[in-house]
């Protein structure tokens, strides 16, 4: 009975409905875009760092991975004292370069990752098959696309380029075996990969058994702080950190885009919340007389509280059921806005829908909708009934 008297009221005035409830879809959709955004970054750099298993990194003493070119030395004796702790599964020496490959009359430049091909992190084969000689190499579809080789080609290399003397360094004669997607690349970043010992080779004694970052995975049911704690005292010269740690670290120099999420969600929810109280309140105002004639007949405060509230909450959840929907629309198109950030991983995302998130900006909605018709209904049915009667029939 009281939903049909609820609908009525607010089929009386379509128009006005109407746009209340476009109004609440419009907050409703900044309050679940700001919702996602305060959770997705994190999530979506906690899952880029797990994807492969890989729970520790090691990096060169009081740096991130590769945040500058340090390197870590002696990696051959690090894996050795790695090696030795019987929490520790597998263990995979990256280091970081650039390659110059000759193309003609030209030469391209790509990113480069020396690694073991069978327990690297880094990429996944497409087509073709992982190094498995000294001088085989993997490119990405924009290094192929770049230089246009394929599978199977040879190409002429260098890892550096001296600028006195105005030719490359470190030439060698590599084949290309496979195409690879490359997991923590920015889109559209020219990239090859090389077994580790062959990129060391090309940058010469710079390199000569160093990494830029070493990747280990615990064996199955080793507690990763306790791992952790074992590197640190084996090894104080490095920095070792796990995902865990990487996330805190994260979390400092994300706190910028949360603290904005959360202020413009509250503006959100608070636009939301006014615009339904003011439609309510001046719904009441108008059924005044309505009120306190059904308030005359017997009809309990309470009664007239709840519908009038459920009246609110019907344009809470109507708008919000629409803002879900279009909130992620805009999130889908700002994601693609700020994942083309330069510099980025073209698995990063800003916003990332999980359910709880559109359950989270539901419920918060409803609430706002049931705080605002309890003040106007509770003011407009606590009025004294005679008094009302008679300023109405004035009216």
């Known amino acids: ?3 049909r008297l609820a609908w009525a009221t607010l089929s009386r005035h379509r128009t006005r409905t109407l746009l209340a409830i476009l109004g609440v879809a419009v907050s409703a959709a900044m309050l679940l875009d700001m919702v996602m955004l305060s959770t997705g970054m994190r999530a979506s750099f906690k899952e880029l760092l797990s994807i492969r298993g890989f729970q520790l990194r090691i990096a060169p003493k009081g740096t991130m991975p590769f945040d500058t070119d340090a390197t870590i030395p002696d990696v051959s004796d690090v894996v050795r004292t790695l090696r030795a702790m019987p929490d520790v599964g597998t263990i995979s020496p990256v280091l970081g370069g650039q390659l110059h490959v000759q193309v003609g009359e030209r030469a391209v430049t790509a990113a480069t990752i020396g690694a073991d091909p069978t327990v690297q992190g880094d990429y996944e084969i497409v087509e073709g098959r992982l190094p498995g000689a000294p001088n085989d190499v993997v490119a990405s579809e924009d290094f192929l696309t770049a230089t246009g080789l394929r599978i199977g080609d040879t190409l002429s290399a260098a890892a550096g380029y001296d600028a006195q003397l105005r030719s490359f360094a470190g030439r060698r004669t590599l084949t290309m075996v496979g195409r690879a997607h490359f997991l923590y690349m920015a889109a559209g970043q020219l990239i090859v990969s090389v077994p580790l010992s062959t990129l060391q080779e090309m940058q010469g004694s710079r390199s000569l058994d160093r990494a830029s970052l070493i990747m280990i995975r615990a064996r199955d049911g080793a507690s990763v702080d306790a791992v952790l704690e074992q590197i640190k005292a084996a090894l104080p010269r490095v920095s070792a950190v796990s995902i865990e740690t990487a996330m805190l670290q994260v979390d400092k120099r994300l706190s910028y885009f949360r603290q904005l999420a959360f202020i413009l969600g509250a503006v959100s929810l608070a636009v939301g919340f006014l ?3 003011t439609l309510v309140t001046v719904s009441v105002n108008e ?13 309990a405060r309470q ?15 109507a708008g919000a059921l629409s803002g879900l929907a ?16 330069p510099g ?15 359950w989270m900006a539901l419920g918060l909605l409803t609430v706002a909708g049931i705080l605002a018709g309890v003040y106007p209904s509770w003011r407009g049915a606590s009025l004294p009934i005679a008094v009302t009667l008679r300023e109405e029939a004035v009216a």
């Open 326 to 341: 279009l909130g992620l629309v805009t999130a889908r198109y700002l994601d693609s806005i700020l994942s083309s950030f």
């Open 303 to 317: 009664r007239i509280v709840l519908q009038i509230v459920l009246e609110g909450v019907a344009i809470m959840v």
């Open 275 to 277: 615009l339904v109280t």
């Open 1 to 3: 009975m009281l939903l």
């Open 287 to 299: 059924r005044l007389g309505e009120i306190v004639v059904m308030r005359a007949i017997g009809v």
């Open 344 to 358: 980025l991983p073209a698995a990063m995302h800003f916003f990332v829908f999980e359910a709880r998130d559109a």
